[in-house]
T-cell receptor
Framework: DAGVIQSPRHEVTEMGQEVTLRCKPISGHDYLFWYRQTMMRGLELLIYFNNNVPIDDSGMPEDRFSAKMPNASFSTLKIQPSEPRDSAVYFC??????????FGQGTRLTVV | QKEVEQNSGPLSVPEGAIASLNCTYSDRGSQSFFWYRQYSGKSPELIMFIYSNGDKEDGRFTAQLNKASQYVSLLIRDSQPSDSATYLCAVDNNDMRFGAGTRLTVKP
């Protein structure tokens, strides 16, 4: 398996634009997590899914953030409209419940 | 709010010394505990996992878990400069939450 695949690796966008981050999980993993990492706040859990169903989105900072998992092979995290304070590295990770989580390479988002 | 707290660091030790990293968590229902290492600009990668109270050793690494005290630690023996990284504690009750990390520097 190729591991967790995230795209794009880098994204630079202007304030107010819509940003969509993508994640392809490892086949057979039933949990998918979206994290945001900054120097100030560390690795924050934004939302996680189990069998494509959102379980806990209490970490999503604002209504500007939304996430979907339409099938077992794909998830998106969308920010609309984006703001400079959204600049961070966004990670997707997946696992079989209770086991090691495998991370994608992350998307470095810069909002100018 | 479920919390995972790590000693803030940064932590600096000389080569060959023991590095001790600590973590506490608030969710008593947590079942699985992990230590990840993250090099600058890279993704976190697993070092060790522990599920039961007590010690678990893997090479130079020892993880310790005390569920009654809601405490998990990682000891790195014979620290090497290549161990210099940020160490992340993760606590899982199907929700895989991380601490803020402790930055470790091992000086030659």
């Amino acid at each position: 398996d190729a591991g967790v695949i995230q795209s794009p690796r880098h994204e630079v966008t202007e304030m107010g634009q819509e940003v969509t981050l993508r994640c392809k999980p490892i086949s057979g993993h039933d949990y998918l997590f979206w994290y945001r990492q900054t120097m100030m706040r560390g690795l924050e859990l934004l939302i996680y899914f189990n069998n494509n169903v959102p379980i806990d989105d209490s970490g999503m900072p604002e209504d500007r953030f939304s996430a979907k998992m339409p099938n077992a092979s794909f998830s998106t995290l969308k920010i609309q409209p984006s703001e400079p304070r959204d600049s961070a590295v966004y990670f997707c990770a997946t696992n079989r419940g209770g086991a090691e989580a495998f991370f994608g390479q992350g998307t470095r988002l810069t909002v100018v | 709010q479920k919390e995972v707290e790590q000693n803030s660091g940064p932590l600096s030790v000389p080569e060959g010394a023991i590095a001790s990293l600590n973590c506490t968590y608030s969710d008593r229902g947590s079942q699985s505990f992990f230590w990840y290492r993250q090099y600058s600009g890279k993704s976190p990668e697993l070092i060790m996992f522990i599920y039961s109270n007590g010690d678990k050793e893997d090479g130079r690494f020892t993880a310790q878990l005390n569920k009654a005290s809601q405490y998990v630690s990682l000891l790195i023996r014979d620290s090497q400069p290549s161990d210099s990284a940020t160490y992340l504690c993760a606590v899982d009750n199907n929700d895989m939450r991380f601490g803020a990390g402790t930055r470790l520097t091992v000086k030659p």
